[in-house]
């Protein structure tokens, strides 16, 4: 059946499809003549059989042409398009992502996957439901994410975009929370979201591969303590009042002592945290046919960062969070061996470009570690971050920015955005 049709955009590259000129608008019959429905022919790739139809309602669809009558076909090879097809596995976005389609993925690829980490914010605690600040009001009342539900008012589903949170349990095992393709009509994700769904569609809309979000992250942990990368060094800190502290370096602990006093452990050290999502996330790829069926291999394609909440209330951490936060993104492509591995963080969305509080030191240590600040060259088209405080429906980070769903989606979405442009100043 042609309607409805969950579907996506496919990128219309010059040399993936022939753009078709003049007005190509018709009606279509779905492959059992059950369905009708007009629409205009955008494009159409002879080679992978892909249609994309505008349809009178303003609505671009994608789907394969095996869908449509013998009729339609036939139409198509004689007006449609051409041989051709394209080796391109990366392509451009669409104004807004139209729904995605219910095709499953190349499983002959490896799979991209993209490593989310952080702290709450990457967590996540936009509420689905809930009325005004839900992600369901949101989408079904002011029209926002159209792409997550269809024409009937269903969540979508993206069937090359597997959605996966994990973390290392109490006793050193893994546990995963979550373990499915990408969708909010899900029981298992919980009654709330971070910013995994705009990232994972933005990124998974122009990949021509299947894509895992796989994200391992706790919250309420400082990069300049419980996040420490190896390698990280220790160093001294002298207070308003005169008094001068050691922060430990990588493994090191308690968490900071006074100058001149013998430190005493505790059962935490610096770099707990980091060890236990790396951890995670390595366990998880070593099953990797368990998170993604089907999937022979894999390839490190990037990486998410949104945190910096408890580093913004220590002037220690806060102003190292700059050389911390390098030193973060080194260390994660090194234990990933995936030097080519792309990175986006994103800031506090409380916090305004000139703020010279701890937040705002967070705000221009991302800034600065931006590829296109040039005080990083080798950070160019290869990092990239978002600002945070426009894309914000109010709120703190602190507080989780009022469980507002609108706020991750922005920041998700964004993120991806800038994922993408990454990906293909890369190509």
């Known amino acids: 059946m042609i309607m409805p049709i969950r579907t996506q955009l496919l990128l219309q590259l010059a040399t993936a499809f022939l753009l078709v000129p003049g007005v190509q608008a018709r009606t279509w019959t779905s492959a059992d003549g059950s369905k009708t429905f007009e ?6 790739d002879a080679t992978t059989g892909k249609v994309t139809v505008m349809t009178s309602r303003g ?32 392509g451009e976005l669409p104004a807004e992502l139209p729904d995605p389609d219910s095709e499953e993925a190349d499983m002959s690829k490896p799979v991209q996957v993209y490593i989310l980490m952080g702290q709450s914010n990457m967590l996540g605690s936009g509420r689905i439901k809930g009325g005004n600040g839900s992600l369901e009001h949101a989408v079904k009342e002011k029209k926002l994410y159209r792409y997550l539900a269809d024409d009937e008012g269903n969540w979508t589903e993206r069937k090359d975009v597997r959605n996966v949170r994990v973390k290392i349990s109490r006793g050193g095992g893994l546990m995963a929370f979550y373990n499915e393709f990408m969708t909010i009509e899900s029981s298992k994700i919980g009654p709330n979201i971070g910013p995994e769904h705009g990232i994972g569609h ?3 809309h122009v ?7 796989l994200k391992s992250c706790t919250g309420n942990r400082a990069l300049g303590w419980d996040l420490l990368p190896p390698g990280s060094e220790s160093f001294e800190f002298t207070d308003g009042s005169g008094k001068t502290w050691i922060h430990p370096g990588y493994k090191g602990s308690p968490e900071r ?14 770099g707990k945290q980091y060890d236990d999502d790396i951890g995670a996330v390595k366990k998880a790829l070593e099953d990797l046919d368990t998170y993604y069926p089907g999937a022979k291999e894999y390839e490190i394609a990037g990486f998410f960062w949104w945190q910096g909440d408890r580093d913004s209330r220590s002037a220690a951490l806060s102003g190292r969070y700059e050389q911390n936060l390098v030193h973060l993104i080194k260390q994660l492509r090194k234990d990933f061996n995936a030097p080519n591995a792309k990175f986006v963080c994103a800031s506090l969305g409380q916090t305004r470009k000139g703020a010279t509080d ?14 296109t600040s040039g005080k990083y060259p080798e950070f160019k088209g290869n990092v990239a971050a978002v600002y945070a405080h426009p894309l914000s429906k109010g709120g703190s980070s602190g507080g989780h920015y009022g469980g507002n769903a609108e706020t991750y989606m922005n920041v998700g979405e964004a993120m991806g955005k800038a994922m993408v442009g990454l990906l293909e100043a890369g190509k």
């Open 207 to 213: 990949t021509d591969a299947p894509v895992m979000v």
């Open 39 to 44: 629409g205009e022919l955008q494009s159409h």
């Open 358 to 371: 701890g937040g705002g030191k967070i705000l221009d240590a991302m800034l600065a570690v931006d590829g």
């Open 59 to 90: 609505k671009r669809m994608t789907f394969s042409q095996e869908k449509l009558s013998a009729d339609d076909i036939a139409w198509l090879k004689k007006n449609g398009g051409r041989s051709g097809g394209s080796t391109t596995e990366l």
């Open 257 to 270: 002592w006074e100058k001149g006093t013998e430190p005493k452990r505790i059962g935490w050290y610096a």
């Open 202 to 204: 933005y990124v998974g």
